[in-house]
């Protein structure tokens, strides 16, 4: 059965470094999303990507935050310095159509800020 | 606003015991989905179940069985029989705006032997 996977599974990064997340979604899935879960919290919405653009992004995703897909298959978060509040997993998420609505997300990647 | 609220935050029962987590939803929108997933211990996100709002038959599959009613915004979750496999954090969801999904802040669930 196709999976979204996410690479790496966990990440370790000093305050103020660039980090890069990957993610591989499903590959006949058109929309891309993601999102983020503090330790212990809810999962929380960063960002959807379609057609090469992005669709929405919630409050969180600031300038800090971007999102790529430089091929045709990676889907990736970078965060441009980042703090100890950004500490978190961070899931990726891919849907076939906007009409199907489920999206099916990847194992996720603890990021740890020290 | 939409906003999901689930407002057990741990659920404590005894294996074979039936469990029912709630939810309740706000939206203004008239064409909404709602979704439940499931964390287990391993941290990932387990789609389980779609439901969307012009369809408000209850659905089982096997033990699980979902309660949608609109006059009282909520989409109720009951596992029958509850095994300590089914020991997780589950999630309710909704669907607001281009796709993303707005979560309630979970409910844990621990079954004992």
């Known amino acids: 059965e196709p999976e979204v996977t996410q690479t790496p599974s966990h990440q370790v990064t000093q305050m103020g470094q660039e980090v890069i997340l990957r993610c591989v979604p499903i590959s006949n899935h058109l929309y891309f999303y993601w999102y983020r879960q503090i330790l212990g919290q809810k999962v929380e919405f960063l960002v959807s990507?379609?057609?090469?653009?992005?669709?929405?992004k919630s409050e969180i995703f600031d300038d800090q935050f971007s999102v790529e897909r430089p091929d045709g298959s990676n889907f990736t978060l970078k965060i441009r310095s980042t703090k100890l509040e950004d500490s978190a997993m961070y899931f990726c998420?891919?849907?076939?159509?906007?009409?199907?609505?489920?999206?099916?997300f990847g194992p996720g990647t603890r990021l740890t800020v020290t | 606003a939409q906003k999901v609220t689930q407002a057990q935050t741990e659920i404590s029962v005894v294996e074979k015991e039936d469990v029912t987590l709630d939810c309740v939803y706000e939206t203004r929108d008239t064409t909404y989905y709602l979704f439940w997933y499931k964390q287990p211990p391993s941290g990932e996100l387990v789609f389980l179940i779609r439901r969307n709002s012009f369809d408000e038959q209850n659905e089982i599959s096997g033990r699980y069985s979902w309660n949608f009613q609109k006059s009282t915004s909520s989409f109720n979750f009951t596992i029958t029989a509850s095994q300590v496999v089914d020991s997780a954090v589950y999630f309710c969801?909704?669907?607001?705006?281009?796709?993303?999904?707005?979560f309630g802040a979970g409910t844990r669930l621990a079954v004992h032997p």
């Open positions: 990507f379609y057609n090469n653009e992005i669709s929405e």
């Open positions: 998420a891919s849907s076939e159509r906007t009409e199907t609505y489920e999206q099916y």
């Open positions: 969801a909704l669907i607001g705006g281009y796709n993303k999904l707005i």
